[in-house]
């Protein structure tokens, strides 16, 4: 016959789909029953009542709980916590403050934070944002998605996510597809209505979805701005100081002196820049391979040139994304393309521009440096 212990054991390998942690470690296992025979009764507490995820965490129970020796048969009953529980599990995910601090603007955060910026729209910056997700996704690290254009969010529909995020008390569960944390704007809509706020509204939607969010612990978290040197720029840098710009932009000169003005912010924000993407690049030949540069050449040079000598620092371009049609049609399907077809070659150079800020170095603002004055 199995034991309790046994049981338990095996339940705590069970993590909750949302909030990424055992649910034994977040008091969800409401009781356990062995009956004759080896039938086991399980019964777990959900979050809140009619949980969209139920059905995952029914197979995941079972599935593990089965492997023990001598169950027989598992049974996945559902109860759900009290208003006292749910409050005891906000405290102990996010603390007790009246006003929640955001995680990654605390000193020793080791998230790393990309707003991937642009001057204008149309270049291409969501396309570049999810899949930069995605590849950093694959390469096996803990990722999150902000969807700060408030008025053009187009996250949730590029990476396929149709779940609604769920609140626990104070506390908001962002949706997980395909290893990536998602938060947007879109979520809290019906339909396609739009997003008709002012400034201070926008300040307070983006901190919340940084402060009221629960996103556990990110290696990295990617924010996916509005074109230009607005309202959501300024607040990134007021909430997020150490937050790291990527510009992107086209070939196009006219394209590239506006993305220079946009990576500009970054002298008056004090933030660091970790390169610029050139996305459109060129154009393959279907017959012969030959590169055909439908918007120009050298933008994206240009722009990382100019930001150097204004920062002071080397500013690298990163990637020249080449123009391919699937990277459309993959945003379209809620796919990205180096998840649907690693051997393109724009996937092939996303994800090589995902390897290269993973492996820039931190600086140092922000960080506590454990130093003590000496006297003399």
Not at 4 to 33: N, Y
Not at 70 to 77: D, F, K, P, Y
Not at 314 to 329: F, H, I, K, M, Y
Request: glycine share 12%; charged share 20%; proline share 7%.
């Amino acid at each position: 016959m199995p034991t309790v212990d046994e049981v338990t054991a095996a339940l705590a390998t069970v993590r909750d789909p949302e909030i990424h942690r055992p649910i034994t470690e977040l008091d969800m296992v409401g009781g356990i029953d062995i009956g004759p025979g080896g039938a086991v009764r399980v019964t777990v507490l959900l979050t809140v009542a009619g949980c969209p995820l139920h059905d995952t965490i029914r197979r995941d129970v079972t599935a593990a709980v089965a492997k023990v020796p001598g169950v027989a048969e598992v049974l996945v009953e559902f109860g759900v916590m009290t208003d006292e529980q749910r409050q005891e599990l906000q405290r102990r995910l996010m603390g007790d403050r009246a006003e929640r601090e955001i995680p990654f603007g605390r000193p020793g955060s080791l998230t790393r934070v990309y707003a991937v910026a642009s001057g204008k729209g149309g270049v291409g910056k969501s396309s570049v944002t999810v899949n930069l997700a995605a590849a950093f996704a694959a390469a096996g690290r803990t990722v999150g998605v902000v969807d700060a254009d408030m008025y053009g969010h187009s996250v949730p529909r590029m990476l396929g996510v149709t779940a609604r995020p769920t609140q626990v008390q104070q506390m908001i569960m962002p949706p997980t597809v395909g290893g990536i944390r998602v938060i947007s704007v879109g979520m809290f809509t019906a339909g396609n209505q739009p997003i008709v706020w002012r400034g201070p509204m926008l300040h307070r939607a983006l901190r919340q979805f940084l402060a009221d969010v629960y996103w556990g612990d990110l290696d990295v978290l990617l924010m996916d701005l509005p074109p230009g040197t607005g309202d959501i720029a300024i607040s990134v840098a007021q909430l997020l100081p150490t937050a790291e710009l990527v510009v992107v932009t086209t070939p196009q000169q006219a394209a590239a002196e506006v993305a220079e003005r946009a990576g500009g912010i970054a002298l008056q924000t004090h933030q660091r820049i970790a390169g610029v993407v050139e996305n459109m690049s060129w154009l393959p030949c279907p017959h012969c391979g030959h590169r055909i540069d439908l918007f120009g050449s050298g933008g994206g040079a240009l722009v990382a040139e100019a930001l150097s000598r204004k920062v002071g620092a080397p500013v690298p371009l990163l990637g020249q994304v080449p123009l391919d049609t699937r990277l459309c049609e993959q945003g379209d399907a809620g796919e990205p393309l180096v998840s649907a077809e690693p051997d393109a070659p724009a996937a092939k150079v996303l994800v090589a521009v995902a390897d290269q800020l993973a492996g820039r170095g931190r600086g140092l603002a922000g960080r506590q440096l454990g130093l003590t004055p000496v006297g003399s």
